[in-house]
């Protein structure tokens, strides 16, 4: 497939299957993650991993809290910092 190709026909999920992805297979696309070209100003890629749909949830709120802290703008334009949204979040089929 050509990159152009792709980049028109790429996609988007958002519902997730209640299971974990196997180790290797998170390695496998880590690997070919790191195999596309950088820029010598960006430097080398670093991934994080987080396993654990309370991490995930964890890390969301943590960046909730950040954001209603840090924001620059005024608190009604601040986006999804309210109590029902999530930034990081995993929906299940």
């Not at 196997?22 to 991993?49: C, K, M, N, Y």
């Amino acid at each position: 497939m050509e990159a152009v190709t792709a980049i028109h026909t790429r996609r988007s999920i958002r519902d997730y299957e209640k299971r974990a992805v196997e180790r290797e297979l998170i390695a496998d696309i880590l690997w070919d993650a790191a195999q596309a070209p950088t820029t010598p100003v960006s430097g080398p890629f670093i991934f994080h991993v987080i396993e654990g749909a309370a991490r995930i949830a964890n890390f969301g709120e943590r960046a909730k809290q950040y954001a209603r802290e840090h924001a620059p703008m005024p608190t009604a334009m601040r986006g999804p910092t309210n109590q029902t949204s999530r930034f990081f979040s995993m929906r299940r089929l």
